[in-house]
């Protein structure tokens, strides 16, 4: 059992920046990976990031060089730093935290479990 709280969301300039944060809590879980997606009015809902536990990243195509993503195992906190904003990043911004009910370095996708958060709303506009 896995509780995300995101923060950071806003209106922004096209251009300007954002920094996400999305903390995780709860008792005796294992996280995995970690990521963050975004859904659009209309949309389907898309990766942007995700991070494994042992740091490697991966990107959507149409934020690569522009977004980072980050995590502090201490804190239990994912993070996306947010750069050269345009309008089509608008969107809700949902954080995604997977664990495993396994200790072991692969999971297997039956013993996997997603949890996400509440999602924060992120405007680009002029």
């Known amino acids: 059992q896995v509780h995300l709280v995101e923060s950071g969301g806003g209106l922004v300039q096209p251009g300007g920046s954002l920094r996400l944060s999305c903390a995780a809590s709860?008792?005796?879980?294992?996280?995995?990976?970690m990521g963050w997606y975004r859904q659009a009015p209309g949309e389907q809902r898309d990766l942007v990031a995700a991070?494994?536990?042992?740091?490697?990243?991966n990107y959507g195509d149409s934020v690569k060089g522009r977004f980072t993503i980050s995590r502090d195992n201490a804190k239990n906190t994912v993070y996306l730093q947010m750069n050269s904003l345009k309008p089509e990043d608008t969107a809700v911004y949902y954080c995604?935290?997977?664990?495993?009910?396994?200790?072991?370095?692969?999971?297997?996708?039956?013993?996997?479990?997603?949890?996400w958060g509440q999602g924060t709303q992120v405007t680009v506009s002029s």
């Open positions: 709860g008792s005796d879980f294992s996280i995995r990976t």
């Open positions: 991070i494994t536990g042992r740091g490697s990243t």
């Open positions: 995604k935290a997977d664990t495993c009910l396994t200790g072991t370095s692969i999971c297997p996708p039956h013993m996997t479990s997603s949890y």
